[in-house]
T-cell receptor, first 110, second 113 residues
Framework: KNEVEQSPQNLTAQEGEFITINCSYS?????LHWLQQHPGGGIVSLFM???GKKKHGRLIATINIQEKHSSLHITASHPRDSAVYIC????????????FGPGTSLSVIP | DTAVSQTPKYLVTQMGNDKSIKCEQN?????MYWYKQDSKKFLKIMFS???????INETVPNRFSPKSPDKAHLNLHINSLELGDSAVYFC????????????FGDGTRLSIL
């Protein structure tokens, strides 16, 4: 069993739909990252969370430390949101290794 | 201005060769990383340097040797390349070690013939 899991693995949505991508982990963490990897391969860090909720534009990320679960929501999805979304967790000490989830491939159709 | 830049973007070479990938960041960050993304798209951390000192060294063959001449640069040298080294290698940097958001380079696609 992977220490970080994501669901769904693949997701196709119509433009305008509300999208949720889930991440669950089994280790103690100090922070969780959501990353976006574009079709060309470039990676962008979207959020870093240690508690609660963060919002940036149409993106919202939440984390529940007790349940070891995080969600990434995209409101009013757009074809340019098509990418792979990766959840990554940091261990509890400052320089523990980062563990990456397998990614969720999102396609938003016009 | 590119925040984290890696060169080259693509690298095609034969088995057994030695190659280097360079990474530079102009963000003034203290910590830099190398990640490997395999064919299944899994990202794995390989190394982390903080102010030129090695902090994280995951289980990586000795053929991989990172070198940090200063805190703005972290180069990755690979000796005796093998087929399994084919992957995309990402450099990243952050302030405050792993506690801060990471800025990634565009990746270097390494293909071994």
């Amino acid at each position: 069993k992977n220490e970080v899991e994501q669901s769904p693995q693949n997701l196709t949505a119509q433009e305008g739909e509300f999208i949720t991508i889930n991440c669950s982990y089994s280790v103690g963490i100090s922070a969780l990252h959501w990353l976006q990897q574009h079709p060309g391969g470039g990676i962008v860090s979207l959020f870093m969370l240690s508690s609660g909720k963060k919002k940036h534009g149409r993106l919202i990320a939440t984390i529940n430390i007790q349940e070891k679960h995080s969600s990434l929501h995209i409101t009013a999805s757009h074809p340019r949101d098509s990418a792979v979304y990766i959840c990554a967790v940091e261990g509890e000490t400052s320089y523990d290794k980062v563990i990456f989830g397998p990614g969720t491939s999102l396609s938003v159709i016009p | 201005d590119t925040a984290v830049s890696q060169t080259p973007k693509y690298l095609v070479t034969q088995m057994g060769n030695d190659k280097s990938i360079k990474c530079e960041q102009n963000l003034g960050h203290d910590t830099m990383y190398w990640y490997k993304q395999d064919s299944k798209k899994f990202l794995k951390i390989m190394f982390s340097y903080n102010n030129k000192e090695l902090i994280i060294n995951e289980t990586v063959p000795n053929r991989f040797s990172p070198k940090s001449p200063d805190k703005a640069h972290l180069n990755l040298h690979i000796n005796s390349l093998e087929l399994g080294d084919s992957a995309v290698y990402f450099c990243a940097s952050s302030q405050d070690g792993l506690a801060g958001p990471q800025h990634f380079g565009d990746g270097t696609r390494l293909s071994i013939l």
